[in-house]
């Protein structure tokens, strides 16, 4: 059973990640195109179950269309929703694992008129969820500038984000940026090509996760995880970025460490409160898989379990 054209980075250790049983209940959380779901379904038996979300209408479509298995069912919405979702369903704190890779999928970096890459010319929309929001080129052309550059610091972490934002609106006194064809050469012209990676992949990065409000998203759905989850069950969350990561990081080193008291008292170890969560590891791509996906360069796995 393998419903996915998009190969997951580090499929098989987010999957272990997860410790799965066979009558448990799992969401991913990111379904994509159910690259992850799939792993998941193998891995179950017929009293288990698989909740997805994605606030992509075209990986709903794409789920409704190809997955025919009563152990499965998706819902279109932001991952944030997460507790809302699983109330409905009365699953809250019966959830044996969740599963986020927090990557953009294939399908999306491909369809130049999703404009989430710099190497295929398209519309500059970058939404996850064309159905709302404001698309990034509306974005660019009523930001100020001051605002332009702050996005690209702080999400990007690209030094040179003044000098990108002021030849932004340079070029808008002119004429709209309409395509990610024009914004990355922009961007090119200002950072210069002496890199590994492309000079416009700090700012289209930058610009996506705060046209999407995704480091938000994955701050307010982490801190829902203690509610959601049966003890023993697990997260596996795969980040591609430095900021996302410390948000897991702290997060996971938060709720794992046990709660100090002043030296002295006669507390016996068994009477202290336990922290809600273990930290089970911190993974990276194998060899093998860095030389097959150029992708898995920046992927960080990081799995901890509710206790």
Not at 24 to 43: E, K, M, P, Q
Not at 186 to 214: C, D, L, M, W, Y
Request: charged share 25%.
């Amino acid at each position: 059973m393998n419903y996915s054209h998009h190969n997951p980075v580090m499929f098989n250790e987010s999957i272990e990640g997860l410790n799965i049983k066979t009558d448990g209940i799992y969401v991913d959380a990111t379904f994509g195109r159910g690259g992850h779901t799939s792993g998941i379904l193998n891995s179950i038996g017929i009293s288990g179950r698989v909740i997805a979300i994605d606030r992509d209408i075209e990986a709903v479509e794409y789920a409704k269309k190809h997955i025919k298995d009563d152990r499965f069912e998706i819902f279109h919405s932001a991952f944030d929703n997460i507790t809302d979702i699983l109330d409905k369903l009365s699953l809250i704190g019966k959830v044996d694992g969740v599963l986020m890779d927090l990557g953009v999928s294939s399908p999306q970096l491909d369809n130049s008129d999703r404009g989430f890459s710099f190497n295929k010319d398209g519309p500059l929309d970058m939404r996850m969820d064309r159905t709302r929001g404001v698309s990034a080129a509306e974005w660019l052309s009523s930001a100020s500038e001051a605002e332009i550059a702050d996005v690209i610091y702080m999400f990007g972490e690209e030094k040179k984000s003044r000098k990108i934002a002021n030849a932004i609106k340079r070029h808008q006194k002119d004429s709209d940026i309409k395509t990610t064809a024009q914004l990355a050469n922009i961007i090119s012209r200002i950072v210069g090509g002496h890199q590994k990676k492309h000079p416009a992949t700090r700012s289209f990065q930058a610009i996506r996760i705060f046209i999407n409000q995704e480091l938000t998203q994955l701050t307010d759905t982490l801190e829902q995880m203690l509610n959601l989850l049966a003890q023993g069950g697990r997260i596996s969350l795969i980040s591609f970025h430095s900021i996302e990561d410390r948000i897991v990081k702290r997060f996971i080193q938060k709720h794992s460490k046990q709660k100090s008291l002043p030296k002295g008292l006669p507390v016996m170890d068994s009477k202290l409160e336990r922290a809600p969560l273990i930290s089970i590891g911190k993974y990276f791509a194998t060899k093998s898989e860095l030389d097959d996906n150029v992708r898995s360069r920046s992927a960080i796995l990081r799995v901890a379990e509710k206790c």
